[in-house]
T-cell receptor, first 115, second 112 residues
C-alpha cells in the first residue's frame, strides 16, 4: 500500500550547518507531497509542498524537490538556526478506502539545533 | 483569529470516565479530521468528515465517536477512557479530502 518512510532521528546540528532529512514514498498513483513542521507544544504547520514530479517546494529557506524517479522528497536547508528546532513530518495524500483521499504522515524527525 | 481551534488544550481524567473534545474551523473548509499523536510523535488518522459525512473511519475502538453537527465543527467523544488513550489529539481541516491540512493546537489527554 501507499506509505511514507522518513529518516529516523533525532538529528542534532550546530547552527549554520547544512540539513537534509530524507523522505521516500511508495504510491500507486501520483500523490502530492508535503513537509510539515511541529514546534514544541504546537500543532503541525505546513512548511512546503509539491504537487507533481520535478516541482520544488520552498519556504523559510527550506526546499524539497519531488523526484518521481527515486520516489523521494528530501528536505534541505543550507544553514539552520536554533529556531528551526522542531519535529519535521513528510506526508503524502493517498487514496483511502471508498476513494477518499487522506494525508498520511511519516514518523517524524526531531531536529535540534545547538548555538 | 484562530483558524482551527480545539478545546480543551489539556484534559486530565480518570480511567472509565467519558470526555469530549471540541473542534471548530473558520476557514470554510469542507473536510475535517481527527488525528492521534502518541508519545513518539507518530501521527495516525482516526476519522475524516466531508460536509458532515463520515468518509474515513480507521481502525479505532468504538469507544471513540466523532460527531459533526455542521461543516465547521467536528467533536470527538470518548467513552470509558483507558490508560492507553493518553495522547495528543489533533483536529485539522482542509479544503477537500487529502488537500493540505490546517491543524489545531492539540488536546493533551492524560488518563490516570
Amino acid at each position: 500500500g501507499d506509505s511514507v518512510t522518513q529518516m529516523e532521528g533525532p538529528v542534532t546540528l550546530s547552527e549554520e550547518a547544512f540539513l537534509t532529512i530524507n523522505c521516500t514514498y511508495t504510491a500507486t498513483g501520483y500523490p502530492s507531497l508535503f513537509w510539515y513542521v511541529q514546534y514544541p507544544g504546537e500543532g503541525l504547520q505546513l512548511l512546503l509542498k509539491a504537487t507533481k514530479a520535478d516541482d520544488k517546494g520552498s519556504n523559510k529557506g527550506f526546499e524539497a524537490t519531488y523526484r518521481k524517479e527515486t520516489t523521494s522528497f528530501h528536505l534541505e536547508k543550507g544553514s539552520v538556526q536554533v529556531s528551526d528546532s522542531a519535529v519535521y513530518f513528510c506526508a503524502l495524500n493517498l487514496i483511502s478506502s471508498g476513494s477518499a483521499r487522506q494525508l498520511t504522515f511519516g514518523s517524524g524527525t526531531q531536529l535540534t539545533v545547538l548555538p | 483569529d484562530t483558524a482551527v481551534s480545539q478545546t480543551p488544550k489539556y484534559l486530565v481524567t480518570q480511567m472509565g470516565n467519558d470526555k469530549s473534545i471540541k473542534c471548530e474551523q473558520n476557514l470554510g473548509h469542507d473536510t475535517m479530521y481527527w488525528y492521534k499523536q502518541d508519545s513518539k510523535k507518530f501521527l495516525k488518522i482516526m476519522f475524516s468528515y466531508n460536509n458532515k459525512e463520515l468518509i474515513i473511519n480507521e481502525t479505532v475502538p468504538n469507544r471513540f465517536s466523532p460527531k459533526s453537527p455542521d461543516k465547521a465543527h467536528l467533536n470527538l467523544h470518548i467513552n470509558s477512557l483507558e490508560l492507553g488513550d493518553s495522547a495528543v489529539y489533533f483536529c485539522a481541516s482542509s479544503q477537500s479530502a487529502g488537500a493540505e491540512a490546517f491543524f489545531g493546537q492539540g488536546t493533551r489527554l492524560t488518563v490516570v
